[in-house]
């Protein structure tokens, strides 16, 4: 720690210190080694209380080293006012200097110590005191810009004018460095002496100094206060020449609405013109234009401004050069210059229409520029405003704001005199914006001149467009005073009418309108949200159709149905025009009262499967963690036509794009909502369908097989009537006929009783079991007795069952109640269906087989032809079940929908031919004289292979096979593409064959070489070695060359080829075993709707309900109407309250007086635990309990993971990122190269202004 002293205790301001010090007796104005005092280091550091003490001692003022600042100096550095004031109380000298001249005044004023410069004169410091430059307090306050210090200095009585050695004074210094504030206050008052024209040695003024730094707002100020804008420097530039050199073109325009005296003063030959022209500063080379400037005057080199402007490159100024010297008439419109532009079109010869070489007219540029009253002028005379220019755009197109409503009022007006109505339909179609109420300066609208020009369809087009009924014109008549003084009866009959609607149905007029307020309004005051006019539109079909986004959340707001269609069956969803944007709306707005509407959920996925699924997610309801809840899952599953199921538009979706289908399952499909719609579907009637339609399949298939097996048995044609009369009076010694069956005439008997009697066994038991299991399935499977049994399981008698499926009434039963594992027992009860078809085809058949077993096989053989009767006939009468169900599912997909399908199309082939042919043959309705055995035996052996491949479609609904299905049409065009590639080598490799070989083995006819050469691709080389091998010791060179070309054969064939099909059978295979979840999924839906389509809208009704509703009808209204008097509330309207209890008076009904009203605005059936359980027996109707059952959300985990198109959005806002960044970037560096070269210029400027006389230069 270094040694105490008292300059250290001065500096540091420890009072105490000091004093003792002093009082030491030591001496107050000792110098340190710099020569500085105690009062000076105080000074320095602003420590008043010290310096006080040091002067209460007799400090020196002056006792510091000559070459050293003194006290005040360094209080001024350091800005303490305690210190400067006590020192200049003690006689310190206030305008004593630093080194550089500056005094404490000029030193605090050119810092802006304002408080420090107050102190300063009030000790009577010099005001106009100068520093070594000149520079005075004010000056250097005026250019730093501190006008609290300039005000202090005025009132001092500062020289205004008073400038330094570069003869800049304080107000050329505010103009030059921007201090508007400053100007202000050296020219604010009257009395002020500052001289606003004053300039120095080169002739500049402070409004120059302010153009040339391009400070417009200091400009203005000068400018106010009557600075000459006319002043000419030394070298004869003015204020206008130096701010178009710069491109101030906001100076420019102040200074030429001020004076255009010097607007072609030139500086070295060069007009303000020619510079703006030259730097390409187009809207300074418009502005001097604008005020005539002289386009054709000339430099010293002979260039005119159009001249410059090419030369440096610089179009548009070049263009509108042009403009103004070629097409004058032009020119003025884009200017706005109304006299001049009258005077042009005065002039004989110039036409309004006159175009420049874009094509352009003076309409167009009137648009552009925003001037419409050189547009009015110019369409009274006539402007043409469908010309077109080279790019193609109109007047109309180039023309925004003012100016564009003036044209389109314009066009509207001129469409509607010359009766162009489908134009005007198509224009106002495409500008949602057009406004249709623009008046003409006679107050006349577009309806109003519709009338007049007695367009009756135009007077509905604008009418339905919201067209204001009760406009004026300045004479006070309306349109519809008009159509009846024109006598115009369409148009009055449509005005009529319009008036009539806005009257009586105002809320749908203000929702047509696009009228928020008054829409909210009149349903606070209560009007129906869901009233309707004579055509049935609501006030949300109305805003619908108009896209009035502002209403519809309005309606929706109020409870506004979304549901119901108009006469023609329109749906608000249908006519509204942005059907994706309206749908967003619904979810947003109503989302917990949103009643499921199959229209909107188709068009919904037509447009954006996205949709589809956010429609479903608003139906699901989450109940904790793990369990789901369904609303609508009624509508959802389809109460209707199975054309408007949600199942329906999904696996038919109106799409030709891949894309969109694959798009559809995964986003909806595989919904839980549509995974629980199919598993109840399933439950309901698919299962129970498929079990049906399965066990007649097996009959069929069985007795097929089991019919052209009996038939290769057969001896000899039969005679069915001849059989029967046997059957009932059999002869059992007599023995089976013999057929000839030999060329010779020998006969041989083809009876072979052991496989007949197995055959027929088989068969039987086939048989019994599909007639006890078909019969369990129809009746057991059905809803109410599948629940109905899950309860028996559950609780129940065997005979209580019995009693209850014979006699039970199922409207007695407690439907209400919650079982939690429904589930188990259902799955139980089928298990005992299954048993019990098990048991039942024993007891029935077992006596069956007893009796076949005790016959002997003469007596089987004795009935062999009615048995194979018998099995025709019900091979027939399968056939005969399948065609009714292929005809019913005909019906319901639509005839060509239906055949469109290649397997619908075999099926239809394959049961038309048991029915009409195969076993019309068999029971000799057709005789073998017509058809031949042989054609019998291949249709028995067609039919059977087609009826075991159409088998396949009974694996739809297992999931482990279900998906191999839809790959099979994959593999299937793999194989006809092979096919295609290998057919060119077949038929190659079969013609060679043949030649070489011809007569051989395998090759002794061009279709045996065929076969033969075929069969080489699946190993059977045999008898083409043969044919080889044989010609070895005869024709060498022919054994040589026909194992070459079998190993070509071979390579070719084997190797190559049938390598390429597996290769693409692999990637077909990997294609569909990525989606094979989803396409399992897709199968079992086809399956179900499939199933579903054979069905009648009843027996799908009755699949629906536990009880089936009934609907009101012959109802007496006064005994079911009350409408209390006390629901007319004091501030409801009293034509809106009758019009709310009219349609509230389904709300009241009794339901014990009747069964069923229906009502769109309620559900159509109801829960049976929202019902108490007197009203019950009443209810209007009993769905199915499974609709309201629990699942859990793991029973419908995605099958396939929905694609997340976040990250490609991401990426994709990355790039556009980077390509903004590189387009700022670039545009960055633009600049910054013309800022370089501007500086440039500049430089050269400068030291052009900066020359000496007759030296200046561009």
């Known amino acids: 720690m270094g040694e105490r002293t008292i300059w250290k205790d001065a500096r540091h301001g420890k009072v105490l210190e000091v004093q003792r010090r002093l009082a030491q007796g030591e001496f107050v104005d000792q110098m340190d080694e710099q020569g500085d005092t105690?009062?000076?280091?105080?000074?320095?550091?602003?420590?008043?209380?010290?310096?006080?003490?040091?002067?209460?001692?007799?400090?020196?003022l002056d006792a510091h080293r000559k070459d050293r600042l003194s006290a005040l100096l360094r209080a001024i550095q350091k800005g303490s006012m305690d210190s400067v004031r006590l020192l200049l109380e003690h006689g310190a000298n206030v305008d004593s200097t630093f080194p550089d001249g500056k005094t404490p005044l000029i030193f605090a004023a050119g810092h802006g110590v304002a408080p420090m410069v107050s102190l300063l004169l009030e000790f009577r410091a010099n005001p106009d005191?100068?520093?070594?430059?000149?520079?005075?307090?004010?000056?250097?306050?005026?250019?730093?810009?501190?006008?609290?210090?300039?005000?202090?200095?005025?009132?001092?009585g500062a020289n205004c004018n008073l400038p330094n050695y570069e003869s800049k004074t304080p107000l050329s210094a505010a103009a030059s460095e921007g201090r508007t504030e400053v100007l202000h206050i050296l020219l604010g008052k009257e009395s002020s002496t500052t001289d606003v024209d004053g300039c120095n040695e080169d002739g500049w003024t402070a409004l120059i100094h302010s153009a040339d730094r391009?400070?417009?707002?200091?400009?203005?100020?000068?400018?106010?206060h009557h600075a000459n804008i006319d002043v000419v420097t030394t070298n004869g530039a003015t204020a206008l020449w130096v701010a178009t050199k710069r491109g101030y073109n906001e100076i420019v325009r102040l200074l030429l609405n001020r004076s255009t005296a010097v607007v072609d003063v030139p500086v070295g030959g060069m007009t303000p013109l020619m510079v703006a022209a030259a730097y390409g500063y187009m809207s300074i080379v418009q502005l001097l234009l604008d005020v005539s400037a002289k386009f054709d005057a000339k430099n010293a080199d002979g260039k005119t401004p159009v001249d410059l402007a090419v030369e440096h490159n610089h179009v548009n100024c070049k263009v509108l050069l042009l403009l103004r010297q070629q097409h004058p008439l032009l020119y003025f419109a884009k200017a706005g210059d109304l006299p001049r532009l009258m005077a042009q079109l005065e002039i004989p010869g110039v036409s309004v229409d006159e175009r420049d070489d874009t094509r352009k007219t003076a309409l167009m540029y009137a648009a552009v520029s925003g001037h419409t009253h050189i547009m009015r002028h110019l369409l009274s005379h006539g402007a043409d405003m469908h010309a077109f220019d080279m790019n193609g755009a109109t007047a109309l197109s180039l023309a925004s704001g003012e100016c564009r409503a003036l044209l389109e009022r314009e066009m509207l007006h001129l469409l509607v005199r010359q009766g162009k109505h489908q134009a005007l339909r198509e224009l106002l179609d495409e500008n949602d914006n057009l406004d249709i109420e623009q008046p003409d300066e006679d107050g006349t609208t577009l309806l109003m001149t519709a009338v007049d020009s007695g367009e009756a369809d135009i007077v509905k087009l604008l009418l339905d467009q919201n067209a204001d009924l009760n406009a004026k014109r300045v004479d006070g008549k309306t349109p519809l005073i008009l159509a009846t003084e024109g006598n115009h009866l369409g148009s009055k009959a449509y005005l009529e009418k319009e008036a009539l609607f806005r009257e009586k149905f105002p809320l749908l007029y203000e929702a047509r309108s696009d009228n928020v307020v008054a829409t909210r309004k009149l349903l606070e005051a209560g009007a129906q949200v869901d009233e309707r006019d004579d055509d049935g539109w609501s006030a949300l079909m109305y805003a619908a159709s108009m896209n009035n986004v502002g209403v519809l959340k309005v309606l929706l707001d109020f409870g506004a149905s979304i549901g119901g269609s108009d006469k023609g069956g329109k749906t608000a969803f249908m006519v509204a025009p942005n059907k994706e944007a309206f749908v967003k709306l619904i979810l947003e707005q109503s989302s917990s009262e949103l009643r499921f509407s199959e229209q909107m959920f188709k068009g919904a996925i037509e447009c954006d499967p996205k949709l589809g699924k956010a429609i479903l997610d608003e139906f699901v309801i989450e109940r904790g963690r793990y369990n789901l809840e369904f609303r609508e899952l009624d509508r959802i599953y389809g109460k209707g036509e199975v054309h408007e199921s949600a199942l329906y538009s999904i696996m038919h979706l109106d799409t030709a794009e891949p894309e969109a289908k694959e798009a559809v399952?995964?986003?909806?499909?595989?919904?839980?909502?549509?995974?629980?719609?199919?598993?109840?579907?399933?439950?309901?009637?698919?299962?129970?369908?498929?079990?049906?339609?399965?066990?007649?399949?097996?009959?069929?298939?069985?007795?097929?097989?089991?019919?052209?097996?009996?038939?290769?048995?057969?001896?000899?044609?039969?005679?069915?009537l001849k059989e029967l009369e046997n059957f009932f009076q059999p002869d059992w010694t007599a023995s089976p006929i013999p057929v000839v069956t030999s060329i010779d005439g020998t006969v041989t008997e083809q009876v072979d009783s052991s496989g007949f009697r197995l055959a027929f066994n088989v068969w039987l038991v086939t048989f019994v079991y599909v007639i006890v299991a078909y019969a369990i399935a129809h009746y057991g499977l059905k809803p109410k007795r599948i629940c109905a049994l899950s309860k028996w399981c559950r609780e129940g008698t065997y005979f209580g069952l019995v009693k209850f499926i014979v006699w039970g009434d199922y409207t007695e039963l407690d439907w209400s109640e919650q079982i939690p594992d429904m589930k188990q027992w259902k799955s139980y009860a089928m298990k005992l269906l299954f048993v019990q078809s098990l048991l039942w085809t024993a007891v029935l058949g077992i006596p069956l087989f007893a009796y076949i077993a005790t016959r002997s096989d003469a007596e089987i053989n004795a009935s062999k032809d009615f048995i194979q009767m018998f099995q025709n006939f019900i091979l027939w009468l399968a056939a005969l079940y399948f065609f009714r169900w292929e005809v019913k599912e005909m019906m319901g997909y639509g005839t060509r929908n239906y055949f469109t399908s290649i397997v619908n199309t075999m099926q239809m082939i394959t049961f038309c031919v048991i029915l009409f042919f195969y076993v019309p043959c068999q029971l000799q309705i057709i005789p073998e004289t017509i058809v031949a055995r042989q054609t019998q035996l291949v249709c028995s052996g067609l039919t059977t292979l087609s009826l075991w491949v159409l088998f396949l479609q009974f694996l739809e609904i297992i999931p482990s096979a279900g998906y191999l299905l839809p790959m099979m049409k994959g593999l299937m065009r793999d194989l006809t593409r092979f096919s295609i590639l290998y057919g060119v080598f077949q038929c190659g490799l079969t013609c060679c064959y043949y030649i070489l070989f011809q007569g051989k083995i395998g090759h002794e006819s061009m279709l045996k070489s065929f076969s033969t050469v075929f069969f080489v691709l699946f190993g059977q080389l045999d008898q083409v070695l043969e044919a080889i091998d044989s010609e070895k010791a005869d024709q060498p060179l022919l054994y040589v060359v026909g194992y070459i070309l079998l190993m070509f054969h071979c390579a070719a064939a084997i190797v190559l080829l049938l390598n390429v099909l597996i290769a693409m059978m692999n990637v077909t295979m990997q294609m569909g075993l990525e989606n094979a979840r989803i396409e399992a999924l897709v199968s079992y839906a086809h399956c179900i709707l499939r199933l579903e389509l054979s069905l009648q809208p009843q027996e799908r009704l009755e699949m629906i309900y536990i009880i089936k509703p009934k609907f009101l009808k012959d109802i007496d209204p006064a005994m079911l109407y009350s409408a209390p008097e006390s629901s007319i509330t004091g501030d409801e309207l009293?034509?809106?309250?009758?019009?709310?209890?009219?349609?509230?008076?389904?709300?009241?009904?009794?339901?014990?007086?009747?069964?069923?009203r229906v009502d769109e605005t309620q559900p159509l059936i109801v829960s049976a635990s929202e019902e108490g359980a007197a009203a019950r027996p009443n209810a209007v109707g009993i769905l199915n309990p499974a609709f309201y059952e629990k699942t859990t959300k793991s029973e419908y985990a995605p099958l396939v993971e929905i694609p997340d198109n976040s990250t490609v959005q991401f990426q994709n806002d990355v790039k556009a990122a980077l390509t903004t960044i590189k387009k700022e970037h670039?545009?960055?560096?633009?600049?910054?190269k013309v800022q370089i070269a501007e500086l440039t210029k500049s430089i050269l400027d400068y030291q052009a202004t900066t020359a000496p006389s007759g030296m200046v230069s561009m």
């Open 38 to 60: 105690p009062l000076v280091h105080a000074a320095s550091n602003g420590k008043a209380n010290v310096i006080q003490v040091l002067l209460k001692h007799h400090a020196s």
């Open 129 to 156: 005191a100068q520093d070594e430059a000149g520079n005075t307090a004010l000056l250097l306050a005026s250019a730093n810009g501190y006008p609290r210090v300039v005000q202090f200095l005025m009132d001092a």
């Open 214 to 224: 391009g400070h417009l707002e200091c400009a203005r100020v000068l400018v106010e």
């Open 665 to 720: 399952k995964q986003y909806c499909l595989q919904h839980p909502m549509i995974r629980r719609v199919l598993q109840l579907k399933w439950e309901f009637f698919a299962q129970r369908l498929y079990i049906e339609q399965f066990l007649a399949y097996m009959l069929l298939l069985m007795s097929s097989i089991i019919s052209g097996s009996f038939y290769q048995l057969d001896e000899a044609p039969r005679n069915v």
């Open 1134 to 1156: 009293p034509e809106f309250a009758i019009k709310r209890q009219e349609a509230n008076k389904f709300r009241s009904i009794h339901i014990k007086n009747v069964v069923q």
């Open 1226 to 1232: 670039a545009q960055q560096l633009n600049q910054l």
